[in-house]
């Protein structure tokens, strides 16, 4: 089992920038792929961004057309954390963000494909 717990929501204006955790326990942080979703009211749960377990030292990273260039996400595995840091935020960007563990596929961007979800954490941009 992996728990996972986001923090790091809230209120922002649009233009302006959050980042959100995801601090995870169990079995071995590193071994997973993470990934980034949101859900917006009356929306499927859609996928955000997403970084590999480590392949030597590379991790690859994907994101949604959406968010490119506006947001990046990064693992520290000594910290068992994988943030989303989201810039220039829009209204558009308001959801609940959830984390996501993936053991099967080095870059998943479905949400099939993850094992363990957070609780997920509010983020409202005002505009």
């Known amino acids: 089992q992996v728990q996972l717990v986001e923090s790091g929501g809230g209120l922002v204006q649009a233009g302006g920038s959050l980042r959100l955790s995801c601090a995870a326990s169990g079995r071995t942080f590193s071994n997973y792929a993470m990934g980034w979703f949101r859900q917006a009211p009356g929306k499927e749960r859609e996928f955000v961004a997403t970084i590999s377990w480590g392949v030597g030292s590379v991790y690859y990273a994907d994101y949604a057309d959406s968010v490119k260039g506006r947001f990046t996400i990064s693992r520290d595995n000594a910290k068992n954390t994988v943030y989303l840091l989201m810039n220039n935020l829009e209204a558009e960007d308001t959801a609940v963000y959830y984390c996501?563990?993936?053991?099967?596929?080095?870059?998943?961007?479905?949400?099939?494909?993850?094992?363990?979800w957070g609780q997920g954490t509010q983020v409202t941009v005002s505009s």
């Open positions: 996501a563990a993936a053991s099967k596929r080095l870059v998943p961007t479905s949400l099939h494909e993850y094992d363990y």
